[in-house]
């Protein structure tokens, strides 16, 4: 680390782990990962560490929040070309496959405006397209952002009218459909599933909500209607109490006919 001022052209900061317990660092750099990519949601991030320990917070971020971040074994990389790319939150995909469609080729500017998108998108439909617009203008400077902005404008208006938005549930399968259609799948949200167990009389512990959306998407892909129910009616039984069982496969049936029924 003392040698680094020493590397010319090098940007750095140096974030000393002053805690010794252990795995003090791997949550201090799990932490700085968060916080700048809310800063900078247009970079691509590398941990460069041997500890496998890492490799579920790549898809998370990639799928929670559409940012790209490798993991890289720095004792391997020598005879490595560059990481394989992360998968793209699908919400993202569908972002980038619409660009695309609108004549938007650079995969630098795919990934740049994507990820301002997953940003904006999350904001009160009012606010949207003006905060792509200024993301742009930090981005590359008031003139180039506007030309940026004013050749996809449309696009951008489409999306933050009719989405498909960043909380928005699709499947990875799904994206090509959403991506080449107005019509956006009608996939619950974890707050849908929540709202309805909880009206439903169902009294939730931790990890149940993400435990029957896992079973809706999964009976989203059998292959006949009462092949899904089964799933359902089996995932409920082992995710919920005795008292709940019945109550939370009729608040969960709901969204999978409306799923069934938009695939």
């Not at 003006?130 to 180039?144: I, S, V, W």
């Not at 129910?229 to 995710?239: D, G, K, L, V, Y």
């Amino acid at each position: 680390m003392k040698s680094l001022p020493a590397l010319p052209g090098l940007s750095y900061m140096f974030v000393e782990c002053e805690n010794s317990s252990p795995n003090a660092m791997d949550f201090q750099i799990c932490a700085w990962l968060g916080r700048m990519s809310v800063t900078n949601p247009d970079t691509d991030f590398t941990i460069l560490s041997g500890d496998k320990g890492y490799a579920p917070l790549t898809p998370f971020m990639s799928y929670q929040f559409g940012v790209t971040a490798y993991l890289a074994d720095p004792m391997q990389t020598a005879s490595q070309t560059s990481p394989a790319p992360a998968e793209l939150n699908p919400v993202r995909s569908v972002y980038e496959s619409k660009l695309g469609d609108a004549g938007m080729t650079d995969p630098d500017d795919l990934r740049i405006l994507s990820a301002i998108l997953m940003q904006s998108m999350k904001l009160p439909q009012n606010r949207r397209k003006l905060d792509t617009r200024n993301r742009l203008c930090t981005k590359y400077g008031a003139q180039e952002g506007n030309l940026r902005y004013n050749a996809v404008k449309d696009i951008i208006k489409d999306i933050a009218e009719h989405g498909p938005y960043p909380d928005d549930l699709i499947p990875p399968a799904a994206a090509p459909i959403v991506a080449n259609s107005k019509k956006q799948l009608n996939i619950p949200t974890t707050n849908d599933v929540n709202k309805a167990l909880s009206q439903g009389g169902v009294t939730l512990k931790t990890g149940q909500v993400a435990k029957a959306m896992a079973a809706l998407l999964k009976a989203q892909t059998a292959k006949d209607i009462n092949a899904a129910r089964n799933i359902i009616n089996t995932a409920m039984n082992q995710t919920f109490d005795t008292g709940y069982r019945v109550k939370a496969y009729n608040a969960i049936i709901p969204f999978l006919r409306q799923i069934r029924d938009d695939a």
